[in-house]
């Protein structure tokens, strides 16, 4: 299995194109600005986009979705407990958006799986930053797209609506515990981690509220 960041937009974004080199099948996660980057990418290497899967619904999150689901006829999954931010008033909660919201093909809940080529992936549900925050854990690969819910040495921000800092550490400290310590954090903005640093060096996921 194979991933590709790429950042997009003013707030630096990660967007994850994760793959499988055989296949070329592909997920899309978090696509939140500068779809030509994306689809560039995805078209040069060949690649078979099988859908999108978004971490949470923050604008700087899926501001590219509707471009790549044109581009590629692919569907859109999110948590529907963040369908929230795509109505107003909090899809504008980050300025006016000329371009109408994005359509959820199917709501993912805690626990779902899909599979990339032959390796699956889970839906771990992690309210806190968002109340439909979630981190994509492909258990085959160690590998953990934690949106804005971990970052390394940190956990995302909890003063938006919806947000919480005690569902945010419970998420961290006991949602996130399957993760082994060699799996590789895919951070929403920021440089990639793994959950053995984490553990040891972010203060979160040994703080009691």
Not at 38 to 43: E, G, L, M, P
Not at 64 to 73: L, Q, Y
Not at 148 to 155: A, H, I, N, S, Y
Not at 177 to 206: I, Q, W
């Amino acid at each position: 299995m194979k991933i590709k960041t790429l950042v997009v937009g003013s707030l630096e974004e990660n967007c994850y194109v994760v793959y499988d080199p055989i296949s070329r099948e592909a997920i899309i996660t978090d696509p939140g600005d500068e779809p030509e980057k994306i689809i560039d990418f995805i078209r040069a290497e060949n690649l078979k986009p099988l859908e999108i899967i978004n971490t949470h619904g923050h604008w700087d999150h899926i501001g590219a979705v509707n471009a790549i689901k044109e581009a590629f006829g692919i569907p859109f999954y999110m948590h529907e407990a963040d369908a929230e931010w795509l109505t107003p008033p909090l899809y504008n909660l980050f300025g006016n958006h000329a371009e109408k919201p994005p359509v959820v093909d199917r709501f993912i809940k805690n626990g779902d799986e899909f599979r990339l080529g032959t390796r699956p992936l889970r839906i771990i549900h992690t309210p806190g930053h968002t109340r439909g925050g979630c981190v994509i854990w492909y258990m085959n690969d160690d590998i953990a797209l934690t949106g804005d819910t971990l970052f390394k040495g940190t956990v995302g921000r909890t003063d938006f609506p919806g947000g919480s800092y005690e569902e945010i550490l419970e998420s961290v400290q006991i949602r996130l515990a399957a993760l082994p310590d060699d799996c590789v954090v895919y951070p929403g903005h920021g440089p990639k981690s793994t959950m053995e640093f984490e553990r040891a060096h972010n203060p979160y996921l040994r703080y009691e509220a």
